[in-house]
């Protein structure tokens, strides 16, 4: 089963998914791996009939329990598939599970997973990544259209309010990418082939995310919030091994370890996986005795088809605060929000690095 990974391709309307999937099946192909990819079931559905804006109640909800249903039952089977073929394989699901929990109550989620005999848990344990494409409703707005696919009939305010409603289902995710839009669509595509090489364990250049030292000087927009400890653990001089658990007010948990190791100096490894709370417990004998635990609260939006991570680190920190760009490239304009000041410029200083802040001081 190592040798499969599989990945959901989500995104609001307009996003690029399927250009993007065109790019992952040639891309990866060319490298040796088998790629399967599992169509859009909510699409197959309304092309089959299902009306997703019924006011029929009981038909919406059959309608979404088979979804789930058929969802669930594609990937068994391709992951079956998988399993017989010698290459190492990548399934690409054309929108994942969580999905549809974006288009429902609460309540009805739970009954409906309940039905199916699982949890949101247990859904979000199926992936080893979720890649979410931002729509070109949200910061490229001269490049949505409905006009591509027939099914879409939603306008740009709602387009964008579905696409914040995708990323909220998958937050819990330990390998969520948030893939901005770009004045360069290639950049957005290229953006997805280097997150799946990262999946995969293919080296890759060496890439500096944007960072800035700001200061909170207004109201932020709807946001997702979490708590994130982070722990260094002892390692080899040319790798840098962490352990987070991050944490959301549901009293949602994940505990993620994660190793960069790198390369001729030119390319890093970055592996990643999702450990049990007693591993995690476990893992804490081998932290680093010269670093401090970080520790911080982090707020996520999307502003103009940008995604950011603002941090506001507490304890032997307090009083920091950081933004950093996600997937910007360095010949791009970082679209500063109105609520927040630049106070410096930090991007590539390695004092502000988390592992080198995490150093205790003599």
């Known amino acids: 089963?190592?040798?499969i990974k599989k990945i959901v391709l989500t995104g609001g309307p307009c996003a690029g998914k399927t250009t993007a999937l065109v790019k992952i099946i040639e891309h990866f192909s060319s490298l040796g791996y088998k790629v399967f990819t599992i169509p859009e079931v909510p699409t197959l559905f309304q092309q089959a009939g299902m009306d997703y804006l019924t006011q029929n109640r009981q038909f919406f909800?059959?309608?979404e329990k088979a979804t789930l249903e058929i969802q669930l039952q594609l990937e068994d089977k391709f992951t079956h598939i998988a399993e017989q073929v010698e290459e190492p394989t990548v399934i690409i699901c054309d929108r994942g599970a969580l999905d549809i929990s974006a288009y429902l109550k609460p309540k009805m989620w739970?009954?409906?997973?309940?039905?199916?005999?699982t949890t949101t848990q247990a859904l979000l344990d199926r992936y080893d990544a979720v890649l979410h494409l931002v729509s070109a409703a949200d910061g490229a707005e001269q490049f949505y259209t409905t006009a591509t696919n027939k099914e879409r009939t939603e306008g740009l305010e709602l387009a964008r309010e579905l696409d914040k409603k995708v990323i909220h289902a998958w937050s819990q995710h330990p390998h969520l990418r948030v893939i901005n839009n770009h004045d360069n669509f290639d950049t957005k595509l290229n953006r997805v082939?280097?997150?799946i090489s990262f999946v995969l364990g293919l080296a890759q250049p060496i890439t500096e995310e944007r960072k800035y030292i700001v200061k909170i000087n207004g109201d932020l927009p709807t946001t997702i919030d979490s708590d994130i400890r982070q722990i260094y653990l002892v390692a080899d001089p040319d790798s840098e091994v962490r352990l987070r658990r991050r944490s959301w007010s549901d009293g949602k948990l994940?505990?993620?370890?994660t190793m960069k190791k790198v390369i001729n100096g030119k390319e890093e490894i970055e592996t990643e996986r999702q450990v049990s709370n007693a591993l995690y417990?476990?893992?804490?004998s081998q932290a680093d005795p010269y670093r401090h635990v970080i520790h911080k609260k982090r707020r996520s939006?999307?502003?103009?088809?940008?995604?950011?991570?603002l941090d506001k680190y507490l304890e032997q920190l307090e009083g920091l605060v950081i933004l950093e760009t996600k997937g910007?490239?360095?010949s791009e304009d970082v679209n500063f929000p109105p609520f927040l000041r630049v106070v410096k410029d930090v991007t590539g200083d390695r004092n502000y690095y988390n592992y080198n802040l995490a150093l205790r001081k003599p």
């Open 328 to 330: 910007i490239t360095s």
């Open 61 to 63: 909800y059959e309608g």
């Open 110 to 117: 739970d009954e409906i997973t309940g039905l199916a005999g």
């Open 254 to 257: 994940v505990n993620v370890h």
């Open 193 to 195: 082939l280097k997150e």
């Open 301 to 309: 939006f999307i502003w103009k088809g940008q995604y950011f991570e």
């Open 1 to 3: 089963m190592d040798k």
């Open 281 to 284: 417990e476990s893992l804490l």
